[in-house]
């Protein structure tokens, strides 16, 4: 066990665990994620807080995780390289483990030309490769990248994304290596939906024997709408909606689309949760929090284990 993290333990003893999002708002309104954070409450293992995504600004990761810890609950704390140079990123590390903040997700960022400042400039001082590089030489050397010791080192579960969709595919476990070699402990996967996709995505995973380095959540989004499927299929970058997906959700009357998606989200998760080398879900159920409980419950996976 190399952290105290809730996540890790979870994982650690063989349990399927349940991660799930929570972006914070655009505005100094601690009440949202206060109220975000009381809708998955008993239904996750830890909390995904975006930084900035959409390279739209919102309230930071930081604080909003600070006010989910002084719930009880365990945030997973997201830091993209985008924003920060190397100074910054191991300032705010040192900072959210003071507040009690040990699992995190490192990642570089949407492109400033996604959100509202497209004239913002990036900085990407480091990639998010050589962040999940840092974090680990802080956590196991107790050293800064400078080379300079520090006093408590932040003992942080490490996690990352991977994308099983992007072109070109056959790169794409390539890419996790790197992850691994870097020191990930955890991947959190893109949305799926096409799961022969990912399945042969695993398959060379587990070929390469990454699963047993790493823990790999799959990513779900339950679908509000088919026109939401086929604004993902059609307009999202490295996203895979196949057209049996969205001719389902279209079949559906309006009113009826929302619980078809979720009734979707929650067929991938069985389905997903025989595969051998996946260790748990990331449920990014975007601005739909409330939905949460349902897929959870339905799905198989209450209650969530305890663990001290």
């Not at 960022?109 to 590089?133: C, E, K, N, R």
């Not at 840092?134 to 006093?151: H, L, P, S, W």
């Not at 072109?167 to 991947?187: C, H, N, Q, S, T």
């Not at 990331?282 to 969530?304: D, N, Q, S």
């Amino acid at each position: 066990m190399k952290t105290n993290s809730v996540l890790e333990k979870v994982l650690a003893n063989g349990n399927l665990a349940v991660t799930s999002e929570c972006g914070p708002p655009r505005g100094a309104v601690p009440e949202k994620v206060k109220e975000k954070g009381q809708l998955l409450a008993g239904f996750v293992d830890a909390v995904n807080v975006t930084d900035n995504q959409t390279a739209m600004v919102r309230m930071s990761s930081l604080g909003a995780s600070i006010l989910l810890r002084q719930m009880g609950l365990n945030p997973l704390l997201q830091m993209v390289t985008r924003d920060r140079n190397r100074l910054a990123m191991q300032s705010e590390i040192l900072s959210a483990y003071a507040h009690g903040i040990d699992t995190m997700l490192c990642l570089s960022g949407d492109h400033p030309h996604f959100g509202d400042h497209p004239m913002a400039a990036s900085v990407h001082d480091i990639d998010s490769i050589q962040l999940i590089q840092m974090v680990k030489t802080m956590r196991d050397e107790g050293r800064f990248q400078g080379g300079a010791e520090i006093e408590n080192p932040p003992k942080m579960f490490i996690g990352a994304a991977a994308n099983p969709f992007a072109d070109p595919f056959e790169l794409r476990v390539m890419r996790l290596a790197k992850k691994v070699a870097a020191g990930v402990d955890f991947i959190q996967t893109q949305c799926i939906y096409n799961i022969p996709k990912f399945e042969k995505w695993m398959e060379g995973v587990r070929n390469r024997g990454l699963h047993e380095k790493c823990y790999i959540l799959a990513g779900v989004t339950p679908m509000k709408s088919a026109g939401m499927a086929r604004y993902m299929k059609n307009k999202v970058p490295g996203m895979d909606v196949p057209d049996d997906v969205v001719a389902r959700m279209a079949a559906k009357p309006k009113e009826e689309q929302a619980q078809e998606g979720v009734d979707i989200c929650i067929e991938t998760i069985q389905r997903l949760s025989q595969v051998e080398g996946v260790a748990g879900f990331h449920i990014m159920a975007i601005e739909w929090e409330k939905i949460v409980p349902e897929i959870v419950e339905r799905a198989g996976l209450l209650p969530r284990p305890q663990v001290a």
